[in-house]
Nanobody, 122 residues
């Protein structure tokens, strides 16, 4: 049974930074694309970033490009999302997901974590 467990969320002031982690167990982590999505209150879940199995290719939503960095450590079965210059509009529950292709489409991600709350105060 594949499990994804996020950590690292919390409350931060605007302009601050957080690093999210997602630990995977129960599967061959290195074979899969990994991604981050987020869902703000009253809004649909949206794509944030994704990374190829090797880490050599990445994809970002325009809203986070230049501020967020996705990375992975295959030896630790863990992916990360470094979030800098945070804005109040980044407030959301952030979800880790395992995918079958480097894509912004939720349809290509078939395993999800439980989510971690990120709150950015103004």
């Amino acid at each position: 049974q594949v499990q994804l467990v996020e950590s690292g969320g919390g409350l931060v002031q605007a302009g601050g930074s957080l690093r999210l982690s997602c630990a995977a167990s129960g599967s061959t982590f290195t074979r899969y694309v990994m991604g981050w999505f987020r869902q703000a209150p009253g809004k649909e879940r949206e794509f944030v970033a994704a990374i190829s199995w090797s880490g050599g290719s990445t994809l970002y939503a325009d809203s986070v490009k230049g501020r967020f960095t996705i990375s992975r450590d295959n030896a630790k079965n863990t992916q990360y999302l470094q979030m800098n210059s945070l804005k109040p509009e980044d407030t959301a529950v952030y979800y880790c997901a395992r995918g079958i292709a480097l894509s912004a489409s939720e349809d290509l991600y078939n395993v999800w974590g439980q989510g971690t709350q990120v709150t950015v105060s103004s």
